[in-house]
């Protein structure tokens, strides 16, 4: 569904992923994350394509895809630019990656993570470290990334 209070290039780009992931498209998401200039992260370390990536993880039993259409039916959070710079600011799923210790709830609840994953990072101190989502409010699509 809709979330109230996006801009208009950040709600159609997180339909057109949602989308994407639902018909486990990879070549569309590839595409959606303007993964040819390099600018897109999907791990950290790793560059290239990020379907090529992807499908790997799907091969291996992890679940991207699924994590991507999950996350984006999430509350969301808002991050400013750093620095306070006059830079657009940047949309976040889940809410819980800006800081939101509120959001963590709603992880637990989507399926994402079970309480014990999620307390054991709040005890690391580091903050959420799951699967986490960024689009600017231009539209595009900056990083899908878990782990630090």
Same mark, same amino acid.
């Given at each position: 569904?809709?979330?109230?209070?996006?801009? /208009?290039?950040?709600?159609?780009?997180?339909?057109?992923?949602?989308?994407?992931?639902?018909?486990?498209? =990879?070549?569309?998401?590839?595409? *959606?994350?303007?993964?040819?200039?390099?600018?897109?992260?999907?791990? =950290?370390?790793? #560059?290239?394509?990020?379907?090529?990536?992807?499908?790997?993880?799907?091969?291996?039993?992890?679940?991207?895809?699924?994590?991507?259409?999950?996350?984006?039916?999430?509350?969301?959070?808002?991050?400013?630019?750093?620095?306070?710079?006059?830079?657009?600011?940047?949309? *976040?799923?889940?809410?819980?990656?800006?800081?939101?210790?509120?959001?963590?709830?709603?992880?637990?609840? /989507? #399926?994402?993570?079970?309480?014990?994953?999620?307390?054991?990072?709040?005890? /690391?101190?580091?903050?959420?470290?799951?699967?986490? *989502?960024?689009?600017?409010?231009?539209?595009?699509? *900056?990083?899908?990334?878990?782990?630090?």
């Amino acid at each position: 569904g809709d979330q109230a209070g996006l801009p /208009a290039p950040v709600a159609e780009r997180r339909q057109e992923i949602v989308a994407a992931a639902l018909a486990c498209d =990879y070549d569309a998401l590839a595409e *959606l994350a303007g993964a040819d200039d390099g600018s897109f992260t999907y791990s =950290y370390g790793d #560059g290239g394509d990020p379907s090529g990536y992807w499908r790997a993880a799907e091969a291996r039993g992890e679940r991207p895809l699924w994590y991507l259409a999950r996350l984006l039916e999430l509350p969301y959070g808002v991050q400013a630019p750093a620095g306070g710079s006059e830079a657009a600011p940047t949309y *976040l799923w889940p809410a819980a990656a800006t800081g939101d210790e509120d959001d963590w709830s709603a992880i637990s609840e /989507a #399926g994402l993570y079970s309480e014990e994953e999620l307390e054991a990072m709040q005890r /690391a101190g580091s903050g959420y470290l799951g699967y986490r *989502l960024g689009i600017t409010a231009d539209g595009d699509w *900056l990083f899908l990334v878990a782990g630090d």
